[in-house]
């Protein structure tokens, strides 16, 4: 009889299996919780300390996403040297300053400095989570385990702005600031806890000796590989749309030709979290079964059609519940494509390539995520203030219909 030792084999691990940690990673996403209240007061703790004429609040704005494009390459370089978990952990705590310094700060540079700082903290937090779940995800689970994630970010923005708001009530905007910034210093902390590093995971360490290349010599191979290509274009459009379409041009057109207030505004913004946070574990199980290109491709094709019905809405009804009707459909369908989109957009900057460019990989997803919607978001602001809504609604659908056709025909898995 052959007793067991301390040498046997050890159980190996299914492909199929989703990580426990993934739970841990999920949970982390809810520390999103802070960010999407601090939304809700920010314009007001701007408008409490600062007189600021349109323009200085564009470029504040603009300050965030600048910050993210111009950090995604050195936080590339600090993923790999450092790891994971250093960079999870100190841009929560990076976060929690910014916010004291909107919140008791009253210098436009000043200002200026902590929107940079936020936004280098989230671009670092999201890159760092992306990367996380790459590592502890294979090929045939890749979807199922970003999955989570998209819920948890959807629950907490429909979540966050109500407890900005009531927290505003309750200690007003400075103080609610602080004490958000506290809470997110909190989260930054638990997480040195709750999650290990797994850049060793991967094998990284095994396979790429210290001397071999650098930074921009990965990048450069990227740029080279076709799948690469196509995925950095399908990702400027899908979020250049989403940025111009869901968060510009919506709002405006259910207040000024809707006719709809700030609360109703709230409650369809709820109801497409709330779409997006149902609809993303099926879409990712059919990613992971059937092939990125089956969602992707019927999810972009989706936010196309939805977008190109809105602006024609008022004309094929007049007012009443039928208009109602049709508004909720369209942004119904819009919120269903993204949530087949949402899972297996990341998966396609690292499926079939060495775990040494996941890194940069990942974060060229990044890149194309900003600067795609800087650019499309001005491009279709502009357009309304000279044309009005139908010409930058039918320019985004048709976009969006471009981008899933020539996804469809030049991207091979």
């Known amino acids: 009889r052959k007793w067991p030792t301390a040498t046997a084999p050890a159980v190996v691990q299914t492909p199929s299996r989703i990580d426990p940690q993934v739970a841990a990673t999920a949970s982390q996403t809810f520390f999103f919780l802070p960010f999407t209240a601090l939304q809700s007061i920010v314009p007001l703790l701007v408008a409490q300390n600062f007189e600021l004429s349109a323009e200085l609040w564009g470029a504040v704005c603009a300050a965030e996403g600048l910050a993210k494009i111009l950090c995604a390459m050195p936080v590339a370089a600090i993923l790999s040297s450092w790891g994971r978990k250093p960079v999870l952990v100190f841009s929560f705590i990076c976060f929690a300053f910014s916010m004291v310094a909107l919140a008791y700060n009253h210098t436009i540079i000043g200002l200026l400095g902590a929107k940079l700082v936020l936004g ?12 996380y779940l790459t590592d502890i995800s294979t090929t045939e689970n890749k979807s199922r385990v970003m999955a989570p994630v998209l819920m948890a970010e959807k629950l ?20 609610a600031t602080t004490q958000l910034a506290f809470i997110t210093f909190f989260f ?20 790429e000796p210290k001397t071999e290349g650098g930074t921009k010599k990965k990048f450069l191979e990227l740029f080279q590989d076709l799948r690469v290509r196509e995925a950095i274009i399908f990702s400027a459009f899908y979020w250049g749309i989403m940025a111009s379409v869901l ?17 109703a ?16 574990q099926p ?28 602006p024609f809405i008022p004309h094929m009804v007049t007012g009443g519940s039928s208009e109602i009707l049709l508004l909720t459909l369209s942004l119904g369908a819009l919120a269903v494509g993204q949530g087949l989109v ?8 690292t499926d079939g390539l060495a775990p040494r460019l996941h890194v940069e990989s990942l974060s060229l997803l990044r890149i194309s995520t900003e600067v ?9 602001c502009f357009l309304v203030g000279s044309t009005g809504f139908v010409l930058p609604l039918v320019a985004a659908g048709v976009a969006a219909l471009f981008a899933a056709a020539r996804f469809s025909l030049k991207y091979r898995a």
């Open 265 to 280: 505004y709230s409650i369809v913004l709820a109801l497409s979290n709330l779409v997006c946070f149902f609809c993303a």
């Open 188 to 207: 930054g902390l638990l997480n040195q806890g709750m999650l290990k590093e797994t850049k060793a995971q991967v094998g990284v360490e095994a396979v």
């Open 283 to 310: 879409a990712a199980t059919l990613s992971d079964r059937l092939g990125r290109k089956a969602v992707l491709v019927p999810g972009m094709a989706l936010v196309g059609l939805a977008t190109l019905l809105l």
């Open 372 to 380: 795609g919607a800087v650019i499309l978001s001005l491009a279709m």
């Open 120 to 131: 280098a903290s989230v671009l670092s937090q999201n890159s760092g989570m992306q990367l």
């Open 156 to 175: 907490s923005s429909m979540l966050g702005p109500l407890i900005g708001g009531k927290m505003i009530q309750i200690f007003g905007a400075t103080m």
């Open 247 to 263: 968060y510009c041009l919506v709002p405006l057109m259910l207040t000024q030709v809707f006719s709809l207030g700030a609360l």
């Open 342 to 349: 949402g899972p297996a957009l990341p998966t396609i900057f």
